[in-house]
């Protein structure tokens, strides 16, 4: 009796003990953010190692990721999923052999229909698929509608129009934009992106990057110079060059609410800061595209920019799992959106093919409609490039901090195009160039 | 006559210059202190002044939200770790410059002087993958060697230059007795430069505390994180919350501005024996 | 046996222990380091060898000229200001006797602060919304306008060096001062009784007293200014336009932001000989004779 016993008891823990030995650990490190942590683990680690039982996915969250998963890797080591902030890190990575190819897994599951095309030859190199994108944004143009109405303003969406509307905000003792680039230098490249494709137009822009154009040509100079004259000479972004470089996050949003400024230049990431600093306001935001500022207009163009990439490490013992993660992911669109909403569509919003009925109940109107609206603009084709996701490494750093360069007024628009044609010509040779999708 | 009117207008000039100098020095931090207490919407209207309502409860929330008790024990651990391998190698080595005369010491003088003005930017990428190596990534004893090997310099030369203006004849009569070298260290020189490890250890201990560079890059765990990197990462989470971030720096600078008053006046004579005799 | 056991075997196992601990720390990785200096690594992939590229190319560079310009300017801002308050304020405070230790805790309090706090409370007291400036205006106040120095091409150098210098010349205060407290006094009274000035009391018998550890303070200063980093990263990152730029950050962004490793290692390489080159001109100052 006892002896049975003790094989009884033996056997349920070998049992038990073989369940939890015999799952596959998937380790996932991600940027940490004290808001969206706990989501991350309760709605997409938890719901996807509660979908089945051999495999544990493991977060965690690390803060100033990238220079420690760099150096990680390096030693040959980092998590399985392997998350980076863009495609030029991405490149470096696979460049250097750290990423296993996922073109296998990509056609084992057909994720190539999963994703919207545009984001899905972003992670393709050298034929190959290697990076599965996690967010998606792209630049908008927040205002504050009812002062807008108050005053009888209407949104441009052409350059005399813009620059009407921005005198007079300017004589209604407001700033035209709210916006700042303390904490964040690159924020740069968010206006000289937006005015690169919008005054250029993208189709120029796409020449440029797949090596058609030069940088030096008139289009790009004069969107420099316009940036130039709107940033220096008039002050549209908190007034001025020194405010708009010692305003940070917290600052700008608080300037908007309060109707400091009139509109705000920004990405989609703002959804909750603004709608959170408008809370206790009586006003009311909404957003329009940023307005198309070359002659004979155009439908406004949507900005495509990959917030987050996700990759399988080389060294991984177990790519199969976390290309079942990965799959998780891309077949859930509910468990997307509904992370997405708690994030405010600034986190997390992979790019799947999202209908109006996908998105829950609760959200505002106004993140439905830019939702529905950029899969319509982007499916047309109505898109342009943002300069975080399709410039390499060494003229994506030239792009926004020399920009401060030109507007210091030591340098010359035509010097500066130039320095970045010739870093172009640099990163061309050396086979930099990041991956851009046939327009 | 004359001179004690000339001497009293001089004072007066003297304490009106020093006034105004300390009061550059004071009221940033006391800025920093009443913000530390003063509540989220009293900074609209009162951003400089003295609190109207005290709200000590920003000290509660930055406690809780920053695990600061943990946090504590974790820079207190740094602190004292460094401490003992810092100031052991260091005594020993400025002892030895100091009264023991090796030949080519110059040299290690001009070393440890390439040292101190190596930027931290250039190696930390190889020493990153060195410590991987070694597995002493992730560890508060990587961080501690790190710590003891940049403070290591400075505290050489604190040290040795203590050591150099003992008098030989004290070592002599030992030696006599029959006393070997380490023996020479640690009863008679230890004992008496004690002054100098002091101003030695709140120099370094000082920098330890305060060091965010690579505690940045060589700890990961939220649970072995120092101070500093809590307060870096408090600025940029909570940016505009001044009442938290305030409190959270005050919290931060509270323990050594505590102990260098309790030591201030020994500090002040180990640093400059130190540094008169450079 | 006995080369072990020697006076000067023994003399260096006491030195051993430190020198294994800084070497394995600092030099051997700066030596990995500079050892890239000629190849274009960028921090993942493969090494290759290209000569004296970088170094070309180095020299090509406008803002690593503009770098190494900030640094000199950088040395001599500390070399001057900080210097001369502090030698006042000693000299002063030697001359009183109330309140001495208050304002000597004054005077170091800043001293004691984190750069990240220092930073903070500047920041926060230059901000051009909520700041000090923007706040005397709001009071009908006109004097400063509400910009903030840290983003203005023409100051944001100085302004950077301020916040540092008010974080570190409390420190020179009190070496001075126990230097001053070393003069013999009969000194000054002679100097009374000869009818000297202030200043040349201070001129005559202060300074060449205190020589040594005025001449201690002017070493570290010039040591410590070539890897000057943290007040200039956290305040403006080398902006705007590169007006604050200094050879660590330089070197910081190239190889953490622009992944040009191979390239930061030659701004290292070039900083390291630069260094080599100032330490011996005080080796060589301190053979003349002169108390280093």
């Not at chain 2, 230059?161 to 008098?167: A, D, F, N, R, V």
């Not at chain 2, 260290?185 to 690579?214: C, D, K, M, Q």
């Not at chain 3, 190239?254 to 070039?270: C, E, H, K, M, W």
Request: proline share 4%; net charge negative; hydrophobic share 50%.
């Amino acid at each position: 009796m006892k002896k049975l016993f003790i094989v009884f008891i033996t056997t349920i823990f070998s049992i038990v003990s073989f369940n939890t030995y015999a799952k596959t650990t998937v380790t996932w490190w991600a940027e940490a953010n004290a808001d969206r942590d706990p989501v991350f683990q309760a709605k997409l680690v938890d719901a996807f190692n509660a979908s089945q039982n051999e495999i544990e996915l493991v977060i965690e969250f690390k803060e100033g990721l990238n220079d420690i998963l760099r150096t990680a890797m390096l030693s040959g080591e980092g998590p399985d999923i392997v998350e980076t902030p863009g495609p030029s890190y991405v490149k470096e990575y696979q460049e250097a052999g750290l990423l296993q190819s996922m073109e296998g897994y990509s056609g084992q599951y057909g994720w190539e229909d999963k994703l919207l095309p545009w984001s899905y030859q972003a992670g393709v190199f050298n034929g190959e698929f290697y990076s599965a994108p996690k967010t998606f944004e792209s630049m908008i143009m927040l205002y504050n509608k009812t002062l807008f109405e108050e005053n009888g303003w209407s949104v441009p969406t052409t350059l005399s129009e813009y620059e009407d509307v921005a005198s007079k905000i300017k004589a209604a003792g407001m700033n035209v934009f709210a916006y700042g680039s303390t904490g964040w230098q690159p924020t740069h490249e968010h206006l000289v992106g937006m005015y690169l494709n919008s005054y250029a137009g993208p189709d120029n822009v796409y020449k440029a990057l797949i090596g058609e154009k030069d940088w030096t040509d008139p289009e790009f100079t004069g969107a420099v110079e316009l940036l130039r004259k709107h940033m220096v000479d008039d002050g549209y972004w908190s007034g001025s060059l020194e405010n708009y470089y010692a305003l940070g996050w917290d600052d700008f949003h608080a300037m908007f609410a309060s109707r400091g400024a009139a509109m705000m230049t920004i990405g989609t990431w703002t959804f909750g800061a603004t709608a959170a600093g408008f809370a206790d306001s009586s006003d009311e935001w909404d957003w329009a595209p940023f307005p198309v500022l070359r002659d004979g207009g155009a439908d406004p163009a949507y900005l495509l920019a990959l917030g987050t990439t996700m990759s399988i490490n080389a060294s991984s013992a177990n790519p199969d799992a976390a290309a079942k993660v990965f799959d998780f992911i891309f077949s859930n669109k509910k468990v997307v959106l509904d992370m997405a909403a708690d994030f405010n569509f600034g986190e997390f919003v992979v790019p799947l093919y999202f209908s109006a009925d996908d998105i829950r109940e609760d959200v505002s109107p106004q993140v439905k409609r830019y939702l529905v609206e950029f899969a319509e603009a982007t499916g047309k084709g109505d898109y342009g490039y943002t300069t975080w996701t399709f410039w390499p490494a060494d003229p994506g750093v030239h792009i926004w901090k020399d920009m401060e360069v030109v507007w210091a007024g030591d340098i010359s628009v035509e010097d500066y195009m130039y320095d970045h044609q010739k870093m172009w010509d640099k990163a061309r040779k050396k086979g930099e160039l990041l991956p851009v999708g046939a327009r | 006559m004359i001179v004690a009117k000339y001497r009293k207008r001089e004072l007066v000039s003297n304490y009106t210059i020093l006034t105004i100098l300390a009061l550059t020095c004071i009221l940033p931090i006391m800025l920093l202190f009443f913000n530390s207490i003063k509540p989220q919407e009293e900074f609209g209207i009162n951003p400089f002044g003295f609190p109207i309502t005290i709200r000590l409860a920003n000290f509660v929330d930055a406690w809780i939200m920053g695990e600061y008790a943990q946090i504590f024990l974790n820079s207190s651990k740094l602190v004292i770790g460094t401490l003992i391998l810092n100031l052991t190698v260091s005594g020993l080595a400025g002892f030895s410059l100091a009264k023991l005369y090796p030949r080519g010491s110059n040299a290690f003088l001009v070393y440890l002087l390439v040292g101190v003005s190596i930027p931290a930017q250039m190696f930390i990428l190889p020493l990153f993958l060195m410590w991987k190596e070694l597995g002493l990534m992730n560890t508060h004893l990587g961080l501690i060697i790190i710590y003891a090997g940049l403070n290591a310099p400075f505290a050489t030369f604190l040290i040795r230059s203590y050591m150099i203006q003992l008098p030989d004849e004290l070592f002599d009569a030992a030696k006599i007795d029959g006393a070997n070298t380490l023996q020479l260290f640690y009863r008679i020189a230890l004992p008496i430069s004690w002054p100098v490890f002091l101003t030695t250890g709140l120099v370094v201990g000082l920098a330890v505390w305060n060091e965010f560079l690579f505690a940045l890059t060589f700890v990961h765990d939220d649970s072995k994180k120092p101070i500093a990197t809590i307060l870096f990462a408090f600025q940029s989470r909570f940016e505009n919350n001044w009442g938290l971030v305030n409190a959270s720096a005050v919290m931060m600078m509270a323990p050594i501005v505590i102990l260098f008053m309790f030591f201030q006046r020994r500090f002040i004579a180990g640093l400059t024996s130190g540094a008169s005799k450079g | 046996m006995s080369i072990f056991f020697s006076k000067n075997s023994i003399a260096w196992y006491f030195i051993l222990p430190v020198l294994a601990v800084h070497f394995m720390v600092v030099a051997l990785p700066s030596l990995l380091s500079l050892a890239l200096c000629l190849t274009d690594w960028n921090g993942f992939g493969k090494i290759n060898y290209v000569g004296f590229e970088n170094f070309y190319e180095l020299f090509d560079d406008r803002y690593f000229k503009k770098a190494v310009w900030h640094n000199i300017v950088w040395t001599c801002l500390f070399l001057t200001v900080p210097i001369a308050l502090a030698l006042t304020c000693a000299y002063l405070l030697t001359g009183i006797t109330k309140g001495q230790m208050l304002f000597r805790l004054c005077f170091f309090f800043p001293y004691m602060l984190a750069s990240i706090i220092s930073c903070q409370i500047w920041k926060y007291i230059f901000h051009p919304l909520y700041g000090l400036p923007a706040w005397l205006n709001s009071k009908g106040i006109d004097l400063i306008p509400a910009v903030s120095p840290f983003t203005m091409k023409e100051t944001s150098l100085y302004a950077v060096a301020f916040v540092d210098g008010w974080h570190f010349w409390g420190f020179l205060v009190v070496i001075y001062i126990t230097g001053m407290y070393q003069v013999d006094n009969s000194l000054y009274e002679a100097a009374d009784i000869e009818g000297a000035t202030k200043f040349q009391k201070f001129r005559f018998v202060t300074l060449p007293l205190i020589r040594p550890i005025f001449i201690f303070s002017i070493m570290i200063i010039i040591i410590w200014s070539i890897p000057t980093f943290d007040y200039v990263w956290i305040l403006t990152q080398g902006g705007p336009a590169y007006s604050s730029e200094v050879l660590a950050t330089n070197l910081y962004s190239q190889a953490f932001d622009r992944f040009n490793v191979g390239y930061s290692s030659a701004i290292g390489t070039l900083m390291f000989i630069y260094t080599i080159f100032i330490v011996s001109i005080f080796g060589v100052l301190r053979k003349l004779g002169w108390e280093i």
